[in-house]
């Protein structure tokens, strides 16, 4: 048992920074991850359309003996955009540079990477949409021609210099595709949109996980995890390790179904993966404003956040869950909702005629943002 294991079981509940179920990677996970990355796209669980047809380009550049086309990873932080950009790499037996969007802010940082390639080098742009515009256009060009003008001087006398560039496969990521310039999705050879798993696949990556770290899993307890990982698989391994800590501290290391729920209790993360935050918007939004319509400065306030760390932290997940709509005239709570906090609405409330009947459909009539 060591003083971090037990450190670990103070949850500070005022550390929104720390939730344990934001799908963003922490100082932590980047540690821990390398560890816990599958290598080949065998091992890469779940996902089988986006692994079908990545399978097919990598064996099709394969048999053309030339770079692969370029391929944008789309999809939500934590489901394996940057493990997928290293299998590519790996399956084609090529060297991978990895950077990111906000690092690419002058044409030239994007110049220095570009012609430091070696040929067939896969090149991992994560965040590509937040790229600045004049990287951006450097790299049209370098996608489509392998060419970059390097322009010299500045004003009427500034000359454009051709510099040539080894033939290179990009792996773009961004958790916005809709916000790609239409010329920047064009020049990608193939889009794989990636989406939230499945608890299966969940519950395997979890038995990978647990094999690779050294922790005695049950079944059911991986199960019980899966359920509360909201589909991502960084969350799923986060949770893990936690769970982890506890069965060292508190029990034999072994985790069982009632190791992995008192586990999981303590650190405040419910039966389907809402946290305390989460539940907190919930609560507020059902019993200080009776279900809502309620705009979301009112409701951040009435938790104590940030308008911003409701919008973008809590409600994506809550919205996904089917619990909370958002409407032109605000934030409304779904029956769903009033469901899992065990709460009865008003007559009256958005929803309470379908909240009665349990099967009743939701509200079709509210419009989403
Ligand atoms: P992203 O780049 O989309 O934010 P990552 O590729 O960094 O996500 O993945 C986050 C973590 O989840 C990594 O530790 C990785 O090991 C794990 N992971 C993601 N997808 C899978 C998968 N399909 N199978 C096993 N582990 C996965």
């Given amino acids: 048992m060591s003083v971090d294991n037990l450190h670990n079981f103070e949850p500070n509940p005022d550390d929104e920074s720390n939730r344990l179920v934001d799908a963003n990677a922490d100082g932590d996970d980047m540690l821990v991850e390398g560890a816990l990355r ?58 991978l540079r990895i950077t990111s969007g906000p690092a690419l802010q002058h044409a030239g940082d994007l110049a220095a990477v570009l012609s430091s390639l070696v040929p067939g080098e896969v090149l991992f742009l994560d965040e590509i949409h937040r790229m600045s515009r004049m990287a951006e256009e450097m790299l049209y060009l370098a996608m489509e021609d392998f060419r970059v003008d390097i322009i010299v001087g500045k004003g009427p006398g500034a000359t454009a210099i051709p510099l040539e560039l080894p033939p290179f496969t990009l792996v773009g990521a961004t958790t916005r595709a809709g916000l790609l310039p239409g010329p920047l999705r064009d020049r990608f050879g193939f889009t794989a949109h990636m989406d939230f798993y499945e608890a299966d696949d969940i519950h395997a990556i979890l ?26 698989p960084r969350v799923a391994n986060r949770l893990l390790r936690r769970v982890r800590d506890y069965a060292q501290v508190k029990a034999d290391g072994n985790v069982d179904l009632a190791l992995a729920r008192a586990a999981l209790e303590l650190y405040e993360v419910d039966e389907i993966g809402l946290d305390r935050l989460d539940r907190a918007v919930l609560d507020a939004l059902l019993r200080r404003f009776g279900g809502g319509p309620v705009g979301l400065s009112t409701l951040a306030v009435a938790v104590g956040e940030e308008s911003e760390t409701v919008e973008t932290v809590c409600e994506p997940f809550l919205v996904r869950s089917g619990f909370l709509a958002r409407t032109p005239r605000g934030r409304v709570a779904t029956p769903a909702a009033w469901q899992h906090l065990g709460l009865t609405p008003a007559p009256g409330t958005p929803f309470a005629a379908a909240t009665l009947p349990l099967e009743a459909e939701t509200g079709s009539d509210l419009e989403q943002e």
């Fill in 38 to 95: 599958p290598r080949t796209l065998d091992a890469f669980i779940g996902q089988q359309r986006v692994k079908d047809q990545l399978g097919l380009v990598l064996a099709a550049s394969s048999a053309r003996g030339r770079a692969a086309d370029h391929v944008l990873l789309a999809g939500p932080p934590g489901l394996g955009k940057t493990t997928l950009s290293m299998i590519i790499a790996a399956e084609l037996g090529m060297p």
């Fill in 207 to 232: 038995v990978r996980s647990a094999a690779l770290l050294g922790v005695p899993l049950a079944p059911d307890a991986a199960a019980e995890i899966a359920k509360r990982s909201r589909g991502t």
